[in-house]
């Protein structure tokens, strides 16, 4: 927006600047050709009263003439008669033709040529008289009086002239002298504002070029932080205009074929020479694409270096139009081998543990069915043995048989909670929406016995309804609910809490890394031996025992198989508890 305003600015500007030079120009021809007639009228004035004085002078010299040759009949005074006629008439012709568009004056200069053809008429009948002057004398003298007074008349009307002339003259002088101090202060004002406008316009456009220099750094510095960013970043730009079918490529896209940058010509033709056979058709049908419909996809394929290195691409690009509605391809491409690769080794991986999982769930088949099987038969045998020659066996072989039987028993329910983990960590999770109330009154049923035998006192908060999988959040209850009965204290009713609230991540930033999601936070509490906060995070390691005295038997699975199933359900367990003051398992669950 700023670039489009000092554009309109400076082209303001600059008509401005080219709007005032022809007005200037204008203004100054219109001044000096006026100022030039004004000039020219002034010096024809002086001229035209130059010529009437003159022919008034001539008017004189022909009478003198004229009278030289009456008194001394000398021909010398005839002929400067005839020359002073002469000069009078073209004297006239030359008053006649400086006079143009003042009609007073030429109406007096026509009465002056009448009065002029008079006076030189009565200069020709005088003559006439002169040749026989004692016939013509009085003729004469009439002649020449008459002649006095046509004189005297050309006298006033020559006066009259002049003094119509002196005053055009004056006018003229004075419209000459304020042309001649107007202009200059007027061509200097116009100058000085124009000396404005254009140091206004160099200080813009000296601001522009600094702002533009700026602008060009800030450019240069981008463009070789781009192809630093290129490099680390082993991606490269190119760009492709649809309508004259030019490309340019970056620098770094010839560094990611093994050549020098500019090394050769930007073209579709030259770039395909690098790209692996197989994934020819991938470039060029989607360049096709793009160039008919304008549509762009990414795409994945693989070159061949200049020195025979395979690499695998991924570009992806975008139609960008100008203010003309030409389009211009833009692709960015990525150098993804170490990505291609990695994932070619995690499908290695992934088949692998599919085998791996294979092998488990037949080891599962094998553990629920062929291992489970001896034990059976290995516990009829011994209840056999016992039943029959119980009588028979001394103390020691009683305890034997007891030891071997409770290892028997053992073994059964490592298998069984072997059994259930795996099962928790099946890939198949069919989640539900389910009342997690119900879930727990299963499990309290499931556990009824062993609530009785204990006399323990179970207190439970309304518990939400949420998708998860149910038969796993009623195992997470019952390891949980069975774990506090187990390690209750000698003596005391156990006393099991079971609540539940909202929280989220702000609440328990340390747990969570995905801000702002909302969990809902079910803990069970107990009054049992608890144990130290130090072990709170090894109680949730697969076989890991805190006691492993008798009193209390187990596997080490129970709690393993809680995170497990907090992991399924994208949640989290924590335990919190001290010694002999009773134990806390919270269990976070996305809602």
Known sequence: MAITANHIFVRSIFAASLFILIFISGITYKNTVSLTESMEWVVESYKFQTEVEQLFSLLKDAEIAQRGFLISADSSFLEKYFMSRERVVLSFSRIDSLLTGNTQQQQNLKFLNQLIDLRLQQYDLSMKYSSDLFLNHEQLIAGMKKGNETTDLIDNQIDKIVDLENSNLKERKEKYEFKSFFVPWFTLLIMLFSLFVFVLAYVKINSDLEEQKRSNKKLLISTE??????????????????????????????????????????????????????????????????????????????????????????????????????????????????????????????????????????????????????????????????????????????????????????????????????????????????????????????????????????????????????FQIQQLFYNLISNSLKYSKSGITPIINIDCRKTDTHENPELFSDAGKKYYKISVSDNGMGFEQDYATKVFELFSRLHINDDFPGTGIGLSICKKIADNHSGVIIAESKPNEGATFSVFLPY
Not at 230 to 238: Q, R, Y
Not at 256 to 283: T, W, Y
Request: charged share 30%.
């Open 225 to 470: 932080s781009m192809k630093h960013a290129e490099a680390i970043g082993e991606f490269f730009i190119s760009q492709w205009d649809l309508k004259t079918n030019r490309f340019i490529f970056s620098d770094n896209l010839y560094r990611l074929l093994g050549c020098e940058p500019q090394s050769f010509e930007a073209n579709a033709e030259n770039f395909l020479k690098f790209v692996h056979p197989d994934d020819r058709h991938i470039v060029s049908n989607g360049s096709e694409s793009t160039r008919l419909s304008g549509t762009v996809f990414p795409r994945t394929y693989r070159i061949i270096r200049k020195d025979g290195e395979l690499r695998y691409l991924k570009s992806m690009g975008k139609i960008i139009a100008d203010k003309k509605g030409n389009l211009t391809h833009v692709s960015v491409a990525k150098d993804i081998t170490q990505f291609q690769l990695s994932n070619l080794a995690l499908e290695k991986r992934n088949q692998e543990l599919e085998q791996s999982i294979a092998e488990l769930e037949s080891f599962n088949h094998v553990a629920s069915h062929d291992l489970q099987e001896p034990l059976r038969k290995i516990q009829t045998f011994i209840s056999r043995i016992s039943e029959k020659d119980q009588l028979h066996m001394d103390e020691n072989s009683k305890e034997y048989f007891a030891r071997i039987q409770a290892s028997v028993s053992r073994m059964r329910t490592l298998i069984d909670d072997l059994l259930l983990y795996s099962r928790t960590t099946k890939t198949d999770k069919n989640f539900e929406k389910s009342d997690l109330n119900l879930l727990l009154e299963n499990t309290l049923q499931e556990l009824s016995q062993q609530i009785e035998e204990k006399n323990a006192v179970i207190n439970s908060s309304k518990l939400p309804a949420l998708r998860v999988i149910p």
